[in-house]
């Protein structure tokens, strides 16, 4: 079975502040897509990053950086000196490769709050 | 400009009255999904469809139909809806059903059956 867990519900921090959004996954395959998708307060989904399988390099994308770990199954979600545009609720998600179609296994999500 | 479109945005309605919520991409994308976001359970997939010819349930397809009579429009109907269903949807698209470009997702109907 397939599985994202995203254990934290909500996260409050002050701007400026670093934050790791954390993302716990599951899945028998060993070839697959991790994804990041961003849910601002006007409720759409912005895509932020897709990582596959063997590609365990972390990536940096301004104040924004992922830790890909198959070791421990984790694709984690750093925010550098967050500001209060980046309070929204972010959703990790997990896809097949192998004999499936493009179906997205989703996370709960994790509700940041940035506060000045 | 490449987008995936949803109407209505916002709905209140009451049980067992038939809606219909359209999805529209301009993008030439072979497939197309209904997801159903709902607090604590992140997206959830409803139908899909991987072109003009395969529509298949996804996880929670009860109370929900599907039609993909043209390439680009990839309606959710509620013949009768329920309370439960009053949730926040959403329509993707991506190139194929089997490959790994990212799903482009619309704007989201938020749904409330009375």
């Known amino acids: 079975a397939q599985k994202v867990t995203q254990a934290q519900t909500e996260i409050s921090v002050v701007e400026k502040e670093d934050v790791t959004l954390d993302c716990v996954y599951e899945?028998?395959?060993?070839?697959?897509?991790l994804f990041w998708y961003k849910q601002p307060p006007s409720g759409e989904l912005v895509f932020l990053i897709r990582?596959?399988?063997?590609?365990?390099q972390n990536e940096i994308s301004g104040r924004y950086s992922w830790n890909f770990q198959k070791s421990t199954s984790s694709f984690n979600f750093t925010i550098t000196a967050s500001q209060v545009v980046d309070s929204a609720v972010y959703f990790c998600?997990?896809?097949?490769?192998?004999?499936?179609?493009?179906?997205?296994?989703f996370g709960a999500g994790t509700r940041l709050a940035v506060h000045p | 400009e490449a987008q995936v479109t949803q109407n209505p945005r916002y709905l209140i309605t009451v049980t067992g009255k038939k809606l219909t919520v359209t999805c529209s991409q301009n993008?030439?994308?072979?497939?197309m999904s209904w997801y159903r976001q709902d607090p604590g359970l992140g997206l959830r997939q409803i139908y899909y469809s991987m072109n003009v010819e395969v529509t298949d349930k996804g996880d929670v397809p009860e109370g929900y139909k599907v039609s993909r009579k043209e390439k680009r429009n990839f309606p959710l109907i509620l013949e009768s809806p329920s309370p439960n269903q009053t949730s926040l949807y959403f329509c993707?698209?991506?190139?194929?059903?089997?490959?790994?470009?990212?799903?482009?997702f619309g704007d989201g109907t938020r749904l409330s059956i009375l």
């Open positions: 993707a698209s991506s190139e194929t059903g089997t490959g790994i470009q990212p799903q482009h």
């Open positions: 993008m030439n994308h072979e497939y």
């Open positions: 998600a997990l896809r097949r490769i192998s004999g499936g179609y493009n179906k997205l296994i």
């Open positions: 990582r596959n399988s063997f590609d365990e």
């Open positions: 899945t028998r395959d060993t070839t697959y897509y």
